[in-house]
């Protein structure tokens, strides 16, 4: 079984940064393909990003396409998600999610109903 936990959320105004972490345990990472989710109140759980077991394909919500970026050190076993110029609708609890099947440069990578593996999540404010 694979435990993922979030952390490094936080407030931070709008147009600053925050770099979130996702560290697994019970199973290599590299074997694992991650993404992040986001989840505001009364609204559905909604994709952020994605990456593949090695870092080769990355995909991105249009609505953080070049103000975020999703990473990996799976010799640290750990994900990363830096979101810079944060906007107040960025707002929301973030998930990290995992999964040894799904494809990443597919679009049901996009479907949280894909992965198997999830955090608790970690809330991330952002003051206008």
């Not at 931070?12 to 694992?32: D, E, M, N, P």
Request: hydrophobic share 40%; charged share 20%.
């Amino acid at each position: 079984q694979v435990q993922l936990v979030e952390s490094g959320g936080g407030l931070v105004q709008a147009g600053g940064s925050l770099k979130l972490s996702c560290t697994a345990s019970g199973r290599t990472l590299s074997t694992i393909k991650m993404a992040w989710f986001r989840q505001a109140p009364e609204k559905a759980r909604e994709f952020v990003a994605a990456i593949s077991m090695f870092g080769a394909t990355r995909v991105y919500a249009d609505s953080v396409k070049g103000r975020f970026t999703i990473s990996r050190d799976n010799a640290k076993n750990t994900a990363y998600l830096q979101m810079n110029s944060l906007k107040v609708e960025d707002a929301a609890v973030y998930y990290c999610a995992g999964d040894s099947s799904v494809v990443v440069a597919s679009p049901r990578a996009l479907n949280p109903t894909e992965y198997d593996y999830w955090g608790q999540g970690t809330q991330v404010t952002v003051s206008s």
